[in-house]
Nanobody, 125 residues
């Protein structure tokens, strides 16, 4: 089973930047889609961004489009999320996720089988 580990979380001022990384370990990683979700205090987990290595297409939630950039390195089984122009409402625990075989719905949490433990991102005003 593939294990995902996030890193790069921390604190930043509003308008600042952070880069989150996700590394896979364990069995050979074969997911075609990797993504990021986040969960703020008292709120449900929400989809942030995903990338398809098959097509190269990037997908973003409207709340982060234009500010966040997702990228992946298939050879290294890693992905990253560059977060620019951070806002206090970006404060959340961010989770790396890998889509299950045959999955197609980028924003659906149920389409992802592998999850990291999460990394805290705190943005202050």
């Amino acid at each position: 089973q593939v294990q995902l580990v996030e890193s790069g979380g921390g604190s930043a001022q509003a308008g600042g930047s952070l880069r989150l990384s996700c590394a896979a370990s364990g069995r050979t990683f074969s997911s075609n889609v990797l993504g990021w979700f986040r969960q703020a205090p008292g709120k449900e987990r929400e989809w942030v961004s995903s990338i398809s290595w098959r097509t190269g297409k990037q997908y973003y939630a409207y709340s982060v489009k234009g500010r966040f950039t997702i990228s992946g390195d298939a050879a290294k089984n890693t992905q990253s999320l560059l977060m620019n122009s951070l806002k206090p409402e970006d404060t959340a625990v961010y989770y790396c996720a890998a889509m299950k075989p045959g999955g197609m719905l980028m924003s659906y949490q149920s389409e992802y089988d592998y999850w990291g433990q999460g990394t805290q991102v705190t943005v202050s005003s």
